[in-house]
């Protein structure tokens, strides 16, 4: 009978886990794709960028810029123009007479430094393009007049040679010349 009893549970046991439901594996959820949307950036304007800004950012004009400082300039240079600067280099600046610069930018010298600085700027915004075909004088800021003139061989102020030209700025435009402009 022991043999009968444990024959009928264990087929008992058998016909239960076969009518047990059967494990199955769990469905995941269909993917949902994640709509990702690009940051929104704002575009910020430049800064203005000054004709001091244009001057000190480059190099080549780093004389020139201590010099705008010294005359006492620099405000007025960022100021809101337009001006047209016919921009002297450093290697223009080297070539004045041994010690002039030196003389120029010490305190007791100001008033003339800045004479000649404003020698260098004509009020309102003037092109490369707008320069006129034959010698015209034309008021510096210093109220003297300088001789300009777009020649076939090339633009000059004075006799000096334009090198560069059309270099904008927010208040105006820097020609590179070389050669510093003294005023008669």
Not at 17 to 45: F, G, L, R
Not at 69 to 77: R, Y
Not at 110 to 136: C, E, F, N, Q
């Given at each position: 009978?022991?043999?009968?009893?444990i024959?009928?549970?264990?087929?008992?046991?058998?016909?239960?886990?076969?009518?047990?439901?059967?494990e199955?594996?769990?469905v995941?959820?269909a993917?949902?794709?994640e709509?990702v949307?690009?940051?929104?950036?704002e575009?910020?304007?430049?800064?203005?960028?000054?004709?001091?800004?244009v001057?000190?950012?480059?190099?080549?004009?780093?004389t020139l810029?201590?010099?705008?400082?010294?005359?006492?300039?620099?405000?007025?240079?960022?100021?809101?123009?337009?001006?047209?600067?016919f921009?002297?280099?450093n290697?223009a600046?080297?070539?004045l007479?041994?010690?002039?610069?030196d003389?120029?930018?010490?305190?007791?010298?100001?008033?003339k430094?800045?004479?000649?600085?404003?020698?260098?700027?004509?009020?309102?915004?003037?092109?490369?393009a707008?320069?006129?075909t034959?010698a015209?004088?034309?008021?510096t800021?210093?109220?003297?007049?300088?001789s300009?003139?777009?020649?076939?061989?090339?633009?000059?102020?004075?006799?000096?040679?334009?090198?560069?030209?059309?270099?904008?700025?927010?208040?105006?435009?820097?020609?590179?010349?070389d050669?510093?402009l003294?005023p008669?």
């Amino acid at each position: 009978m022991k043999f009968s009893l444990i024959a009928v549970a264990a087929a008992s046991a058998f016909v239960l886990a076969a009518c047990a439901p059967t494990e199955t594996t769990p469905v995941e959820p269909a993917a949902v794709e994640e709509v990702v949307t690009e940051p929104v950036v704002e575009e910020v304007a430049p800064a203005p960028t000054t004709i001091v800004d244009v001057a000190a950012a480059n190099p080549d004009f780093s004389t020139l810029v201590a010099a705008v400082q010294a005359a006492g300039l620099a405000e007025t240079l960022a100021g809101e123009g337009p001006f047209t600067v016919f921009a002297p280099t450093n290697a223009a600046f080297a070539a004045l007479p041994a010690g002039t610069l030196d003389s120029l930018l010490l305190p007791e010298n100001k008033d003339k430094l800045a004479a000649i600085l404003t020698y260098h700027v004509v009020p309102g915004k003037v092109m490369a393009a707008d320069l006129p075909t034959t010698a015209t004088d034309v008021a510096t800021v210093n109220t003297a007049t300088v001789s300009v003139v777009a020649a076939p061989e090339g633009a000059t102020v004075n006799g000096v040679k334009i090198t560069a030209a059309d270099i904008a700025a927010s208040n105006g435009v820097i020609h590179v010349i070389d050669a510093v402009l003294l005023p008669k």
